[in-house]
């Protein structure tokens, strides 16, 4: 999991966190990764319920909310730039966060 700039036509700029894994990511042939979009914390509210916050222990300037319920399928080509790495305890919490969304570990 990497943290990316992106650019959006109707959103403009944001991070986002890639899901993908290396080889996909590294591979010519494969056009697209997937990826969650963040968005820019604003008066330091607590995450919602489908969020991790990352801040700049995770490569960033401003804490940063990732949307864990929607799993978007990205083009590479739309990426602008490595802005940093996700800690290990923050993909943690966004994998439980993913499977808590899309209720993946219910009984």
């Not at 996700?86 to 993913?98: D, L, M, N, S, Y």
Request: proline letters at 6%; a positive charge.
């Amino acid at each position: 999991m990497g943290d990316l700039s992106l650019s959006f036509t109707a959103e403009g700029s944001h991070p986002a966190v890639i899901l993908s894994n290396d080889e996909r990511c590294d591979n010519p042939h494969y056009p697209h990764v997937n990826a969650l979009l963040c968005t820019t914390l604003r008066a330091a509210r607590p995450a919602k319920k489908n969020e991790v916050i990352l801040n700049g222990s995770d490569g960033l300037d401003w804490p940063t909310a990732v949307r864990c319920d929607v799993i978007y399928l990205l083009p590479k080509n739309l990426f602008q730039g490595r802005r940093g790495e996700v800690t290990r305890e923050r993909r943690r919490a966004i994998g439980r966060k993913i499977a808590e969304c899309y209720r993946l570990l219910q009984e």
